[in-house]
């Protein structure tokens, strides 16, 4: 099972600030979170991940709780492109290297 | 800059037919594994490879892989089955033996099995 949740969907404007919420109360210490997002009929497309401090790349940012219960993936100006299904994963390094999908949140950005 | 890279996309089998999924990435990854996806399931893990030469599976049977070499991870259906019917979906990542590194997904084989 999925040790995330996630909103099923979500909507903002275009141009506005998209901020997805993501709760993993029962995260442990070695456990990073992941965000990716799927457009339809394509394969998941990583966006930005972290540990316990807030993280920034060209596509958004991801700030994470103190106690690491909780995260938000920030889009800073979404666009109609964004519109896609959002997952947070939250994943350790184990040997398998795996990600646990849950349902993730769809973003449906608006004109 | 190909990245991972999947074929056929969309496939139709009959029940009891074999077929090989092909998945090859061009970053020089370590790991590389296979996914389905289905409706209100997720993707679910099947099969992954840490290095050349190495696989493990996640699911029982119905499926076989191999690893002969760094850009290469095909996924064998050996006798194909409706409940086989899904998107499989190919991704690689540097190994595990470098922390926090993101996998890299191809855009997946649509496989539906009559």
């Known amino acids: 099972d999925a040790k995330t949740t996630q909103p099923p969907s979500m909507d903002c404007a275009e141009g506005r600030a998209a901020n997805l919420p993501c709760n993993h109360s029962?995260?442990?210490?070695?456990?990073?979170v992941y965000w990716y997002r799927q457009i339809h009929s394509q394969g998941p497309q990583y966006i930005i991940h972290?540990?316990?401090n807030n993280e920034t790349n060209e596509m958004a940012s991801l700030i994470i709780t103190e106690d690491r219960k909780s995260s938000t993936l920030i889009l800073p100006h979404a666009t109609l492109r964004d519109t896609a299904v959002y997952y947070c994963?939250?994943?350790?390094?184990?040997?398998?290297?795996?990600?646990?999908f849950g349902s993730g949140t769809r973003l449906l950005v608006r004109p | 800059n190909a990245g991972v890279t999947q074929t056929p996309k969309f496939h139709i089998l009959k029940t009891g037919q074999s077929m090989t999924l092909q998945c090859a990435q061009d970053?020089?990854?370590?790991?590389m594994s296979w996914y389905r996806q289905d409706p209100g399931m997720g993707l679910r893990l099947i099969y992954y490879?840490?290095?050349?030469?190495?696989t493990d599976k996640e699911v029982p049977n119905g499926y076989n892989v191999s690893r002969l070499n760094t850009e290469d991870f095909p996924l064998r259906l050996v006798s194909a089955a409706p409940s086989q019917t899904s998107v499989y979906l190919c991704?690689?990542?540097?190994?595990?033996?470098?922390?926090?590194?993101?996998?890299?997904f191809g855009d997946g084989t649509r496989l539906s099995i009559l």
């Open positions: 991704a690689s990542s540097i190994p595990t033996s470098f922390p926090n590194q993101p996998q890299h």
């Open positions: 029962t995260i442990s210490g070695n456990e990073y």
């Open positions: 972290g540990l316990k």
């Open positions: 994963i939250v994943s350790g390094m184990d040997s398998s290297y795996k990600l646990i």
């Open positions: 970053m020089n990854h370590g790991y």
């Open positions: 490879s840490a290095a050349a030469g190495t």
